[in-house]
């Protein structure tokens, strides 16, 4: 399995909170991403990072900013969370092109409820 | 906009026997890789099988294949010998290899498999 711990795993906050999602990689790969997961919509790409303060937007990225100052670590900031961002949340990590497999390798998910 | 369409919401298939999933994209880029993702009840997101975009043999991992159209954008899953442990939620997806969007990946909303025994 590949080195990918997501925390918190279960979270539940207040409308209008902060709220930060954390990633961890152990695999030392160049790029890193956040989904979301609701029904009816499978997954839904936020952000995504191509390198070390590298990033760019996805389909939904409205309400969300990121950060990664390190190659193994990519957050997920809710500035203030609503309760349309209450969702299950993958983060997920993949090689750089000269990498052997190009495969998108998923977190665990973390489970958020905003009430 | 890259965009990866499942038009099956749900499948069904009997035990022991074939399905196919449907899988059509929309993208205009020319490097990229294909693949299929199965996600059981516990949400975990397990890759079934992989395709480059740049291969013309499909690829095939035991009892998966797939059925890769490029000039079409179609890239179907057949799952042969159906087993209870197939039933899942499977989703299409593809990611970018070269140029500006380098890496981006899209996903379809997903088939939901059931198998009856």
């Known amino acids: 399995d590949a080195g990918i711990t997501q925390s918190p795993r279960h979270k539940v906050t207040e409308t209008g909170t902060p709220v930060t999602l954390r990633c961890h990689q152990t695999?030392?790969?160049?790029?890193m991403y956040w989904y979301r997961q609701d029904p009816g919509h499978g997954l839904r790409l936020i952000h995504y990072?191509?390198?070390?303060?590298?990033?760019d937007k996805g389909e939904v990225s409205d309400g969300y900013s990121v950060s990664r100052s390190k190659t193994e670590d990519f957050l997920l900031t809710l500035e203030s969370a609503t309760s349309s961002q209450t969702s299950v949340y993958f983060c997920?990590?993949?090689?750089?092109?000269?990498?052997?497999?190009?495969?998108?390798?998923f977190g665990e998910g973390s489970w958020l409820t905003v009430v | 906009a890259q965009t990866v369409t499942q038009s099956q919401p749900e499948m069904s298939v009997q035990e022991a026997e074939t399905v196919t999933l449907s899988c059509t994209y929309d993208?205009?880029?020319?490097?990229?890789?294909l693949f299929w993702y199965k996600q059981p009840p516990s949400r975990q997101m397990i890759l079934v099988i992989r395709?480059?975009?740049?291969?013309?043999q499909n690829a095939t991992e035991n009892r998966f294949s797939v059925n890769f159209q490029k000039a079409a954008k179609s890239f179907s899953l057949k799952i042969s010998d159906s087993q209870l442990g197939d039933a899942a939620m499977y989703f299409c997806?593809?990611?970018?290899?070269?140029?500006?969007?380098?890496?981006?990946?899209?996903f379809g909303d997903g088939t939901t498999l059931t198998v009856k025994p």
């Open positions: 990072s191509y390198g070390v303060k590298d990033t």
């Open positions: 993208t205009s880029e020319s490097d990229y890789y």
């Open positions: 695999e030392n790969h160049r790029y």
């Open positions: 395709q480059e975009a740049y291969k013309q």
């Open positions: 997806a593809y990611r970018i290899l070269g140029n500006t969007n380098a890496g981006k990946s899209t």
């Open positions: 997920a990590i993949s090689e750089s092109e000269t990498g052997v497999t190009n495969t998108i390798y």
